[in-house]
């Protein structure tokens, strides 16, 4: 398949596109630079500039795009370049799709934030959003801007990522550095459930919708089993055999974390079910198993 790819030289879409070439298909990077190989189309979102001819041909789009949430949650200017860069970049993209004569397949990147705090209710795709916190209300924009491509008949997938765990990226790079160092600590009560997903199971999973060619709709990306913080502190602890007695309070969370403490405090009990319909199978599928292939 040809796959055209936005945030192709992020963590995720580096494994993403490595991924997809080994097994055969042809990848194309979006680029804001000068491209410098046939395998690298430049673009601007900012500008709405992008080669119709390039999503044209493709089979697949994408879209990794956006500003990194590990920034400044104090600061206007990183809340508004976490929300810009989504949305800009989403909607050119589903623009463009929903222009072409046979539209691609459109996999929209999105957050497992979507949904909101649930306490320990279970949440599937058909679970609705709750709260106006201020990653769940840039997810509602994200998933609007790709309404083009949906309208225009694309088959839409979009990817309600959970944070993905790996030893050499956020948030397990840095957490593993403070555990082993003896600053292991539950957060708040430690009782909100806490989704991730292994990144081989998330590769693997949106490799197979992309090759999936009759499956669309929202799709959770987390492993089976969401672990509440108490029970991730104590995998993590002992997967680096430390201990982990602390725990940091509530307040000081809301205080530290800014506009992202609802993230960090909230409980999002997930489970995959649209993935499992689909007929995915996970290789990680629960909080053990996620640390052993991310810490590996």
Same mark, same amino acid.
């Given at each position: 398949m040809r796959v055209v790819i936005a945030g192709a030289s992020g963590f995720l879409g580096t494994h993403l596109s490595d991924h997809l070439r080994v097994h055969g298909h042809e990848v194309t990077a979006l680029v804001r &630079?000068? +491209?410098?190989? %046939?395998?690298? #189309?430049? /673009?601007? *979102?900012?500008?709405?500039?992008?080669? !119709? @001819?390039?999503?044209?041909a493709a089979d697949a789009v994408v879209n990794l795009a956006g500003a990194s949430i590990a920034g400044? *949650? !104090?600061?206007?200017? /990183?809340?508004?370049?976490? $929300?810009? #860069?989504?949305?800009?970049?989403? &909607?050119?993209? +589903?623009?463009?799709?929903?222009?072409?004569?046979? %539209? +691609?397949?459109? =996999?929209a990147g999105n957050g497992i934030a979507w949904y909101g705090d649930h306490g320990a209710t279970p949440v599937t795709e058909d679970t609705p959003s709750t709260g106006d916190a201020f990653l769940t209300t840039v997810s509602h924009e994200w998933s609007a801007a790709a309404d083009p491509a949906r309208k225009a008949g694309a088959r839409v997938c979009e990817l309600r990522t959970s944070p993905v765990m790996d030893r050499t990226s956020p948030p397990l790079k840095q957490l593993r550095l403070l555990f082993q160092a003896g600053g292991g600590a539950r957060l708040g009560s430690g009782k909100q459930f806490m989704p991730m997903i292994s990144l081989r199971d /998330?590769? @693997?999973?949106?490799?197979? $919708?992309?090759?999936?060619?009759?499956?669309? @709709?929202?799709?959770n990306l987390c492993c089976p089993h969401t672990p509440t913080n108490a029970e991730f502190t104590r995998? =993590?602890?002992?997967?680096? !055999?430390?201990? +982990?007695? $602390?725990?940091? *309070?509530?307040?000081?969370?809301? $205080?530290?974390?800014?506009? =992202?403490? *609802?993230?960090? =405090?909230g409980s999002i009990n997930a489970r995959p079910a649209a993935l499992e319909r689909a007929g995915y199978d996970f290789e990680d599928e629960d909080v053990s198993e996620v640390l052993a292939a991310a810490l590996s």
């Open positions: &630079r000068e +491209a410098c190989s %046939p395998h690298e #189309s430049r /673009w601007d *979102p900012a500008a709405g500039s992008i080669d !119709h @001819g390039v999503i044209e400044n *949650p !104090h600061s206007r200017k /990183w809340a508004r370049e976490v $929300l810009e #860069s989504r949305v800009s970049t989403t &909607r050119l993209l +589903a623009e463009t799709i929903a222009e072409t004569e046979r %539209p +691609a397949a459109f =996999l /998330w590769v @693997g999973a949106v490799s197979y $919708l992309i090759e999936s060619r009759d499956v669309s @709709g929202a799709f995998a =993590l602890a002992a997967a680096l !055999h430390r201990k +982990a007695f $602390l725990a940091v *309070p509530a307040a000081l969370m809301k $205080l530290a974390a800014g506009d =992202l403490a *609802p993230e960090v =405090l």
